[in-house]
């Protein structure tokens, strides 16, 4: 049904031309009523962030951005919009997100009642094609407490994908997005860990997000 719904909709993954936002045929992105004012969105602002009014959940993939509102999201970075997509999700689902991976989009969602995170998924520019994650703990937007850990999750180093704790996601992939979501770099190296769970942080590979093992963290500032 979301996949009929999706192609209704005009889903599509394509990157968007710095400085627009719809995509392609679209024209828009969530909410494009105009330029927001500080407040937009749930709990937090979006201003500067083109066409953000009416945003209903927000993810990272750092530096990237990520806006969403019911059946558009727009993916901003310090460079410009990065891309923009529009999909559907069935009208009762009970929560939805959609990450920004290496110029593509995953939407996911989940029809259980009081859930913490999406079970299903499909890529945007493959709406016929759901499927279930491999690892789905990760699958929600920023949040109340540890909800999305704050946003701590980054773009690979190659640009290609995006680090889930455990690896690298990039399109086409079905291995979802793990609960290891606090990350933590110093512009080389990049360590990860489970937002709870005492376990000593891990550097991981910075393009393949391959382990490296657990090193004591550098003495970040704060």
Do not use: K
């Amino acid at each position: 049904r979301a996949g009929a719904e999706a192609r209704a909709a005009g889903a599509t993954g394509a990157t968007a031309v710095p400085g627009t936002v719809g995509a392609p045929g679209t024209g828009d992105a969530p909410g494009a009523a105009g330029t927001p004012g500080a407040g937009d969105g749930p709990g937090m602002g979006a201003a500067g962030v083109p066409g953000a009014s009416g945003v209903v959940g927000v993810t990272s993939t750092w530096p990237v951005l990520t806006v969403f509102g019911r059946d558009r999201a727009v993916a901003v970075a310090p460079d410009g919009v990065r891309g923009s997509c529009r999909f559907a999700v069935p009208e009762e689902a009970t929560l939805f997100a959609v990450h920004y991976v290496g110029g593509s989009f995953l939407v996911s969602w989940t029809l259980a009642p009081n859930p913490y995170n999406g079970n299903t998924a499909f890529w945007a520019d493959r709406p016929d094609e759901p499927f279930t994650p491999e690892e789905t703990g990760g699958l929600v937007p920023f949040g109340e407490g540890l909800r999305g850990a704050y946003g701590f999750q980054f773009e690979s180093a190659d640009g290609g994908g995006r680090h889930s704790g455990g690896h690298v996601l990039r399109p086409g992939g079905t291995e979802g997005i793990d609960r290891d979501e606090s990350q933590l770099g110093d512009g080389a190296r990049i360590w990860t860990n489970c937002a709870r769970g005492g376990r000593p942080w891990e550097v991981v590979h910075s393009v393949t997000g391959e382990r490296r093992g657990a090193r004591p963290l550098p003495d970040f500032p704060g």
